[in-house]
T-cell receptor, first 115, second 113 residues
Framework: EAEVAQSPRYKITEKSQAVAFWCDPI?????LYWYRQILGQGPELLVQ????????DSQLPKDRFSAERLKGVDSTLKIQPAELGDSAMYLC?????????????FGSGTRLTVV | AQSVSQHNHHVILSEAASLELGCNYS??????LFWYVQYPGQHLQLLLK??????LVKGIKGFEAEFIKSKFSFNLRKPSVQWSDTAEYFC???????????FGSGTRLQVQP
């Protein structure tokens, strides 16, 4: 079964440092999503890509977060500088034609701890 | 804006008990509805989905959900739970004009043997 790959699996960083997460969606999936899941809460959308274009980044804290998907395949989410409140699970998901048809396939996530 | 409410935050059941997890959404138009499950240490997996047609949807592992439009609800049910159903369950919705799922806060289910 095809999977969405994410790395690293775990990341511990100090406050004010930069951190980056990587996601490789299922081959052929044009739509890619980054979600943040704080412990005890549901996933919240940060940014959505259609191919290499950003479709929705209205919930992305743009003063410190950035995301790119330069060739429309894999994607990187960056935080600089990291803050204590950024500690969460960062989930990547992809879909072939949008969630209204097949839902998403999620990766295993990157658990970020900011100390 | 679309939103999803899951009022049961933590449910504890004994094996063989029946399960019903509540999910309510706020949107008056056409919706697509989903239930996802997250087993301990694993990624989110699709349990079932509703797009149109029969409001009673059957998913994997014996789960089903019923879409009741008049109540804006999409409750998840299973007649007899097993210890292996211990997991966190998330309801999600997407509405006309939106491009991404909105998730509820989740319900943690603990099944005791």
């Amino acid at each position: 079964e095809a999977e969405v790959a994410q790395s690293p699996r775990y990341k511990i960083t100090e406050k004010s440092q930069a951190v980056a997460f990587w996601c490789d969606p299922i081959s052929g999936h044009a739509t890619l999503y980054w979600y943040r899941q704080i412990l005890g809460q549901g996933p919240e959308l940060l940014v959505q890509f259609q191919d290499e274009s950003v479709v929705d980044d209205s919930q992305l804290p743009k003063d410190r977060f950035s995301a790119e998907r330069l060739k429309g395949v894999d994607s990187t989410l960056k935080i600089q500088p990291a803050e204590l409140g950024d500690s969460a699970m960062y989930l990547c998901a992809s879909s072939f034609s949008g969630p209204g048809v097949d839902g998403y396939t999620f990766g295993s996530g990157t658990r970020l701890t900011v100390v | 804006a679309q939103s999803v409410s899951q009022h049961n935050h933590h449910v504890i059941l004994s094996e063989a008990a029946s399960l019903e997890l509540g999910c309510n959404y706020s949107y008056g138009g056409t919706v697509n509805l989903f239930w996802y499950v997250q087993y301990p240490g694993q990624h989110l997996q699709l349990l079932l989905k509703y797009f149109s047609g029969d409001p009673l949807v059957k998913g994997i592992k014996g789960f089903e959900a019923e879409f009741i439009k008049s109540k804006f609800s999409f409750n998840l049910r299973k007649p007899s739970v097993q210890w292996s159903d211990t997991a966190e369950y998330f309801c999600a919705v997407i509405t006309t004009g939106r491009r991404a799922l909105t998730f509820g806060s989740g319900t943690r289910l603990q099944v005791q043997p």
